[in-house]
């Protein structure tokens, strides 16, 4: 299925005569692309346009191309490297009184800060989005109203969220980009799925709950399949991992964890919840030498920076399958731990909820 947004950004390069704006519509062409998951394509076109200016670098062009590295390697290689490009952008954008590029770089600030729990932050890059974008601009409004909506849905509200995530979708039809429909019903069924987990690694998982996530990751897969998108590709089988093993459908579960195990981009920090939801699938189906080993892992696997629901379901696990294991002491520990760390995640949700609803206490095309 193509793009309506990328058919437009193509019309537009093939229509400028004006090399600097030719140069802008390919960086946003590198933009799309690395949304897409397309991470070569996007170095090639980064590249092609720098061999076009060579040593006399145009500003507009240069904020243009950081902000595509900075999404390439938000998508691709997460870390300082993507925040550092952003701030260029931003800084280049504000200097040439480029307003546009301005609230978008805002509205991409915003859900970086959001993804590294600095929401304080996220808060003053979301409304400076919201502030500068004029109504026609969908990018920024999208990107914006997608960080408020998974804040209120990380806060465990989303009869607050929906309207916002309506908002995301509007702009995103708007614009024709499929991509960030995509990214919304990835946050939607992620945020979903892990209420769920955290609520069984509780014993309090509810069955509308479960069923509504599994329909959301399926919607998520659908969606995926019919645009081509690469990008997140291995975590809407980590989310279909975690949903199995709620329903103790532990073998599925297990073949899913095995072949993710195997994926280039799987990320460091979800290291210790993948290992401790491996072992607690093998202890369950008797497999205690191959469980001893992922929860010795999980465990040393801690200590990477987590969020408090992440490290509540995580110790949770861990508990459970050490005393599957008979190490009754230390699942103690870890039980003591993951209360704890409910106890904070449930402060965290309070707080945010607080800040957002101080910024953002309706949204402002919902009509209320």
């Known amino acids: 299925m193509t793009s309506r947004l990328l058919e437009r950004i193509e019309a ?97 600030l915003a859900h970086l800060e959001f993804n590294a729990n600095r929401m304080e932050t996220m808060v003053q890059h979301a409304a400076e989005a919201l502030r500068l974008a004029t109504p026609e601009h969908h990018a920024a409004l999208a990107r914006a109203s997608l960080v408020v909506a998974d804040a209120y849905h990380f806060a465990g509200r989303f009869d607050r969220a929906k309207d916002w995530y309506a908002a995301v979708r509007r702009h995103a ?31 309090e ?15 998520v897969e659908s969606y995926d399949f019919g645009i081509g998108t690469l990008s997140l590709k291995s975590f809407v089988p980590l ?7 709620v329903k103790r459908r532990f073998g599925e579960a297990i073949l899913i964890l ?3 195990d195997q994926e280039p981009d799987f990320l460091p920090r979800r290291e210790a919840q993948f290992r401790a939801e491996r072992a607690w699938c093998r202890a369950n189906i008797g ?13 040393q696997c801690l200590a990477v920076a987590s969020d408090a629901d992440d490290l509540a379901a995580t110790h949770s696990r861990v508990a459970s399958t050490l005393r599957m294991l008979g190490d ?19 402060e965290e949700q309070d707080s ?10 309706m949204c402002p095309s919902s009509g209320q």
């Open 239 to 245: 989310l279909r991992a975690q949903l199995l093993a």
């Open 12 to 108: 537009q390069i093939a229509a400028a005569a004006d090399p600097v704006r030719r140069a802008c519509w390919r960086a946003q062409r590198a933009i799309y692309l690395a949304r897409q998951g397309s991470h070569d394509a996007v170095v090639a076109e980064v590249q092609a346009i720098r061999d076009t200016f060579g040593t006399r670098p145009q500003a507009e062009v240069t904020a243009w191309v950081s902000l595509a590295e900075a999404v390439n390697s938000f998508y691709s290689h997460p870390g300082p490297q993507a925040l550092d490009r952003l701030k260029r952008a931003q800084a280049l954008a504000r200097a040439i009184g480029h307003v546009e590029l301005q609230a978008l770089c805002a509205a991409w």
């Open 328 to 346: 009754l002491e230390t699942a103690e520990a870890h039980e003591r731990s993951s209360r704890e760390e409910l106890r904070l995640h449930k």
């Open 258 to 260: 095995d072949a993710v």
């Open 205 to 219: 998982v509810r069955s509308d709950e479960l069923q509504r996530a599994e329909m959301e990751t399926d919607s």
């Open 287 to 299: 497999d205690f030498e191959l469980a001893r080993g992922d929860i010795e892992r999980a465990r």
């Open 352 to 361: 945010l909820l607080a800040l957002v609803g101080a910024h953002f206490p």
């Open 173 to 203: 039809l708007a614009e024709g980009d499929d991509a960030m429909i995509s990214a919304m019903l990835h946050n939607v069924a992620a945020l979903r799925v892990n209420r769920v987990h955290l609520a069984d690694s509780f014993g």
